[in-house]
Structures are given as structure tokens and as C-alpha cells.
């Protein structure tokens, strides 16, 4: 193969990729105004399902538009030696492997963010804005944006400082000690995140006494689970949309509520949507989703050692001298059909693991409260209800709500 046929292989992953995406949201757009099935008819009330839908069509118009536009940008950056280019200037600054890498994505990353930023300030103060959503002030996004940055950059960064690191020093072999790096990263990020990360950017808060933690506390005596850190997050600062999740292990886990969730529903229902994430600990989801990840990554990691410093890499977009950065750029595209199938695979395994967490919360606990907070849920995010199948199969971590439903009331 030469580099000029290798080039026009990434040119056509990208578009095959793009169309694959819009056929999806085509054929799941042609959903948007069926009847809602009987065992939802409860969730809107005619006025909000014409809102629903309007905010459907909304978001559906919007991620066509932003995704043409990143589209053509990207075969814009290939067509006329973007790469070459970037890699230049990061060269020019530096002949030190490791700072040339992180010279050459910091441009990238920072091009790319400038560049989507008033796609995502139209996405969060006008459309969220408009359906009632939004609660991010300009300086919390602002803030939003520098600390994500500098998150990236420590943590990214460091990271991948490490790996071109590991490469200089063992050739092929870099992807073992890499491997072991990304491991013990990932676990302690599962287990220190909420502890860590979170109060960056929210504020966390012991849960008050009274009947929720007493409800709380009670469930989690009856099934044997302990738990002694319930937090409340300020989810309100930025959207009125609710959550709840789990996080960590042994004396590191933890449940947070945000505070939208209990404004949203009744005791019983937010004890009925922890039964559910305990029942995601208890069936050892969360092993399983950290296991395959890290057993993932390692696979992953093992084919980039085969082919990254192939000299084709680098010559296919348009770079003379061989580089792990612009070979790391070059098998990320190559990779994305594998990481659709895994990601396909992953998505099935959630789905899974979702009616395992919703069986484990109807035998402990109750399927009926389950049901009604999950419908206000959806109702109060606008959610689709009525989503194409194929659109499911290929997206959706989660069942559908109907699915949901149908799967409790069994």
C-alpha cells in the first residue's frame, strides 16, 4: 500500500462514518411524532409532548449542521496539510520528541476548542435556554472551559507525556508499561473522581437528616449495603435536568444526588433510583465496565504498537519525518470501525446491566415507585420517547423507557 492510498482509506472512514451517523438520525428523526405508546400515555400532557418534539426536531437540525461543519473542517485540515503544517510549528519550537507531541495536540486541541466553542454557547444559551434547561451563567462557562483545560493539559497531558516517554525508551514494547500506567490511572479516577474532580466544578454536600437519608439508610441496612457518605451536588448551577450515580469502592463509595433529583421526585422514588444503582453494585457492573475498559485499552494499546511508527502513517498525511504523534493520529481514524463494534458491543452489555439494576430494585424495593420517577425523568428532560430501533441498537447505553417499563411491570 502506498501513502496516497492509505490517505484516501481515512478520507473514506470519515465520510462512511459521518453518513452512517445521519442515516441513524434520519431514520430516528421519521420517529419523532408517533403516538406515544399506551404505557407512556402518563408522561406528557399534550402541550409538553409538542414540546418535546419541537426540542427533538431542535437538536436533531443543530447536530446536523455541527456535524457537516466538523466534517468539512476535518477533510479541509487532510486536503490541504493541516498536519504538516501544525507539525512544523510544534518542530520549530522544540526538537525534544516528548514537547514536540504535546506541542503539536496542544494546537489541535486548543484550534478545535476555539473552534466549537460558539457551537457549544449556542447549545447552552439558546436551545437549553429556550426549553427551560439552562442554568449556566456566562462566567460558569467561562470557568467551565479554563478548568477543563487545565485539566486536560495535567491530566492529558501528563499522560500522554508518559506514553511517548515509555515509546522513546522501549520501542514496541511501550504499550505494556503504558498499559500498567492507564490501569492504575483508571482505577484511581473510579474510585477518588467524585472526591478529586467533582468539587471543581460543583459543590458537593452531606446529605441533611431527615426522612430521604432515614429512607436511604433504611434500604441500604435491608439489602446489606453500607454506605456512609450520601452527597447532594449543586446539579441546578448549570441545568434543571436530574441525576443521580454511584462511584468508588469500599470505603471510597459514595452516592450523589443531585439536587434537581430531589426536588424532582418523592422519597420513595429517589429510594427506588438508588436501589437501582445498588443494584448495579451488587451484580458487579461496575467491575465488569472497569475490567473491559482497562482489558480494552491494553488491546487497544497493542495494536497502536504495531503500526505507529510505520513510516506510511506519517507520509499518508503529508509529514516527512516518522512521529509517534502524527502515527497516533492516523491509527485513531484506522481504529474507529473497531471501536464502533466494541462500542456496540459495550452498548448492549450497559443495556443488560440496566433491566439487571431495574430486576434487583423491583425485588427489593418497588417496580412502581421505579417506574414513576424514571417517566418523570424523561418528562422533565424532554426525553424521546419514541426512538427508532436501529437508532437504539447503535446508540443507546440504556434501554428505552417503554422497554423499561415493559421489563418492570412483567
Do not use: C
Amino acid at each position: 500500500m502506498n501513502p496516497t492510498t492509505l490517505f484516501y482509506i481515512l478520507i473514506a472512514i470519515l465520510i462512511v462514518n459521518f453518513i452512517i451517523d445521519k442515516v441513524l438520525d434520519i431514520l430516528n428523526s421519521r420517529h419523532f411524532d408517533d403516538v406515544i405508546p399506551s404505557e407512556l400515555e402518563d408522561v406528557y400532557e399534550k402541550e409538553e409532548y409538542e414540546k418535546s418534539q419541537a426540542y427533538k426536531k431542535t437538536n436533531a437540525k443543530f447536530s446536523t449542521i455541527t456535524g457537516l461543519f466538523s466534517l468539512v473542517l476535518t477533510l479541509s485540515f487532510f486536503f490541504f496539510d493541516g498536519f504538516k503544517y501544525v507539525d512544523e510549528i510544534a518542530r520549530n519550537y522544540s526538537s525534544n520528541t516528548i514537547l514536540i507531541t504535546l506541542i503539536f495536540f496542544g494546537i489541535i486541541l486548543i484550534g478545535s476548542d476555539l473552534i466549537n466553542t460558539p457551537f457549544s454557547m449556542y447549545k447552552t444559551f439558546v436551545i437549553e435556554e429556550k426549553f427551560g434547561f439552562n442554568k449556566t451563567t456566562k462566567k460558569t462557562f467561562v470557568f467551565d472551559k479554563i478548568k477543563g483545560l487545565l485539566m486536560t493539559v495535567v491530566l492529558g497531558g501528563g499522560l500522554l507525556a508518559l506514553i511517548v516517554w515509555f515509546y522513546e525508551f522501549s520501542g514496541s514494547n511501550f504499550w505494556i508499561y503504558a498499559w500498567v500506567v492507564v490501569a492504575i490511572f483508571s482505577v484511581f479516577m473510579n474510585m477518588f473522581y467524585s472526591k478529586l474532580i467533582v468539587p471543581l466544578f460543583n459543590k458537593q454536600k452531606p446529605l441533611e437528616d431527615g426522612a430521604l437519608k432515614t429512607a436511604i439508610e433504611d434500604y441500604a441496612q435491608k439489602v446489606g449495603f453500607t454506605v456512609n457518605n450520601i452527597f447532594v451536588i449543586d446539579g441546578s448551577k448549570r441545568s434543571t435536568k436530574a441525576n443521580a450515580y454511584f462511584s468508588g469502592f469500599g470505603k471510597q463509595k459514595r452516592i450523589t444526588l443531585y439536587d434537581t433529583l430531589i426536588h424532582d421526585l418523592e422519597t420513595e422514588e429517589i429510594v427506588a433510583v438508588l436501589a437501582h444503582e445498588v443494584g448495579h453494585y451488587k451484580r458487579k457492573h461496575i467491575v465488569f465496565n472497569l475490567t473491559s475498559s482497562i482489558l480494552l485499552t491494553g488491546f487497544t494499546l497493542w495494536l497502536l504498537s504495531l503500526f505507529v511508527s510505520l513510516p506510511i502513517f506519517s507520509e499518508a498525511l503529508g509529514v516527512a519525518i516518522p512521529s509517534f504523534h502524527i502515527g497516533l493520529i492516523a491509527f485513531g481514524i484506522l481504529y474507529s470501525p473497531i471501536s464502533e463494534i466494541t462500542s456496540l458491543f459495550m452498548n448492549i452489555m450497559s443495556r443488560k446491566f440496566e433491566y439487571q439494576a431495574d430486576d434487583y430494585a423491583k425485588a427489593t424495593f418497588s417496580a412502581k415507585a421505579l417506574i414513576t420517577s424514571l417517566k418523570k425523568l424523561s418528562k422533565n428532560s424532554l426525553s424521546n420517547l419514541t426512538p427508532h430501533a436501529a437508532y437504539v441498537f447503535m446508540h443507546y447505553s440504556h434501554p428505552t423507557l417503554l422497554q423499561r417499563v415493559l421489563n418492570l411491570n412483567k
